[in-house]
Nanobody, 118 residues
Framework: QVQLVESGGGLVQPGGSLSLSCAAF????????MGWYRQAPGDQRNLVAS???????KYADSTEGRFTISRDNRKNTISLQMNSLKPDDTATYFC????????????WGKGTLVTVSS
């Protein structure tokens, strides 16, 4: 079993910055993909950014150029630096881990709320 623990989030004004972190605890098997998803009220959960074990990144069109995802394989952590935040970025952000094939289904964090408002 793997537990994902998120930190960061909160209230920020439009144009501001915020950083999220996620740490994985338990039986972490490599290689794996980690990432962030977000879900606004009434919407589906959508990918924000993801990163593979060798550092390959993927971003949603709406976040590319503003958000940066990074990871520390030794600590099994990922971070998401969010700049130039917009009200549309308001959502609950969930940390996600995709284990390698044969090692179970996705793991999810409990979520952390990001509110962009003046």
């Amino acid at each position: 079993q793997v537990q994902l623990v998120e930190s960061g989030g909160g209230l920020v004004q439009p144009g501001g910055s915020l950083s999220l972190s996620c740490a994985a605890f338990g039986n972490v098997y490599r290689p794996y993909v980690m990432g962030w998803y977000r879900q606004a009220p009434g919407d589906q959960r959508n990918l924000v950014a993801s990163i593979t074990s060798n550092g390959r990144t993927k971003y949603a069109d709406s976040t590319e150029g503003r958000f940066t995802i990074s990871r520390d394989n030794r600590k099994n952590t990922i971070s998401l630096q969010m700049n130039s935040l917009k009200p549309d970025d308001t959502a609950t952000y969930f940390c996600n881990m995709k284990p390698p094939p044969g090692y179970g289904s996705d793991y999810w964090g409990k979520g952390t709320l990001v509110t962009v408002s003046s």
